[in-house]
């Protein structure tokens, strides 16, 4: 597996987290009254779901698995690969939710939900990222016993 793809990927996905974490007001209401925040965080919120995703497929094509069909199933095929609990594929696949209407009904937006996400949701990116590793160090170990 190229895992430095993956490593390129965890480090953008640390990334945008460090900005949402950064430039998060202190509240909705304030996110509501700040334009520039309202982007900042839209922004990186979006970029670490398709980071998540984007990382789901790179594993999953190192198996006999099909391709999903949505993001949200690429969280489904990750959980039945054990990368991922379903708890937290479930939460992901919610993130996509909120991913497409960011990315195609930006007025839509509520930044109550945006804020809620900055503030309670971040550590679900940040489990994705220590589970892929673990699986790829399992993975590895795996491979190592077989030689």
Known sequence: MAWDVIEQKLE?????LRRVEEKCPEDAIALAKNIDAQ??????LTRAIQLCVDIGAHLIS?????SPETMGETFDTLSQLGVINTELAMRLKRAVGF???AVHNYEAINWNI???????NLPDFEK????????SDNKNEESKVEL
Request: no cysteine; net charge positive; proline share 3%.
């Open 62 to 66: 190192q198996t006999e698995l099909p």
């Open 128 to 135: 994705f990222a220590r589970a892929v590793v673990g699986w």
């Open 39 to 44: 982007d900042i965080l839209t922004l990186n």
């Open 12 to 16: 953008s996905l640390r990334r945008a």
């Open 99 to 101: 991913r497409n209407i």
């Open 114 to 120: 945006v804020y809620s996400i900055a503030h309670l």
